[in-house]
């Protein structure tokens, strides 16, 4: 049984930061592409960053370029978000996927290419 669990959300001020991490189980993490989304109420979900099964390649959306950093550790089972600079407008549910990949440079930035998902970790930014 695949299970993804998000952590590290939280309330934070404009300008704050936040790391998010999640833990995977139930899988081989390194044939994995991971990638983190987010919802915010009233919005359909977005792909927020990607990266490759061995985390060669990475890739962001626009509106985090520069500010957020995904990483993983394939040693320790982990994804990672790094969040700073954060804005009120990054207020969401954060959700980590996992998407099966033979490629080992791909990055998956579709909903649909993804096979597991997280629970979902709330982050708030106040202004």
């Known amino acids: 049984q695949v299970v993804l669990v998000e952590s590290g959300g939280g309330l934070v001020q404009t300008g704050g930061s936040l790391r998010l991490s999640c833990a995977a189980s139930g899988l081989t993490f390194r044939l994995y592409a991971m990638g983190w989304f987010r919802q915010a109420p009233g919005k359909d979900s977005e792909f927020v960053a990607g990266i490759s099964s061995i985390g060669g390649s990475t890739d962001y959306a626009d509106s985090v370029k520069g500010r957020f950093t995904i990483s993983r550790d394939n040693a320790k089972n982990t994804l990672y978000l790094q969040m700073n600079s954060l804005k009120p407008e990054d207020t969401a549910v954060y959700y980590c996927?996992?998407?099966?990949?033979?490629?080992?440079?791909?990055?998956?930035?579709?909903?649909?290419?993804?096979?597991?998902w997280g629970q979902g970790t709330q982050v708030t930014v106040s202004s």
């Open positions: 996927a996992a998407s099966f990949s033979s490629d080992v440079i791909v990055v998956v930035t579709q909903t649909r290419e993804y096979d597991y």
